[in-house]
Nanobody, 122 residues
Framework: QVQLVESGGGLVQPGGSLRLSCTAS????????MDWYRQAPGKERELVAG???????NYADSVKGRFTISRDNAKNTVYLQMNSLKPEDTAVYYC????????????????WGQGTQVTVSS
């Protein structure tokens, strides 16, 4: 069984920083892309940042220059360093991973974490 477990959310003041982590565990051959999404109350889930296995990254315009995505392939872990946080960054943050599975068939499937709450407020 595959699991993605996130950690690192919490309450932070505007201008502060948080670091989110997400680790994949279970039976899979490899991890391709890993992404962070967020969903604020009453809004659709949006892509915040993504990173390929080779380390290429992409970011939503709203977080460019403030957030940094990285990954440790040996630990099956993706990180999101969030600096200069703003109240509008408040949301539930979800990680996702495109996993290569080999049993019973070779295929790629997208898995999601359970989400971690980030609240930016004074």
């Amino acid at each position: 069984q595959v699991q993605l477990v996130e950690s690192g959310g919490g309450l932070v003041q505007p201008g502060g920083s948080l670091r989110l982590s997400c680790t994949a565990s279970g039976s899979f051959a490899s991890i391709n892309a890993m992404d962070w999404y967020r969903q604020a109350p009453g809004k659709e889930r949006e892509l915040v940042a993504g990173i390929t296995r080779g380390g290429s990254t992409n970011y939503a315009d709203s977080v460019k220059g403030r957030f940094t995505i990285s990954r440790d392939n040996a630990k099956n872990t993706v990180y999101l360093q969030m600096n200069s946080l703003k109240p509008e960054d408040t949301a539930v943050y979800y990680c996702s991973a495109d996993l290569l599975l080999v049993l019973p068939l070779i295929r790629t499937m997208k898995y999601w974490g359970q989400g971690t709450q980030v609240t930016v407020s004074s």
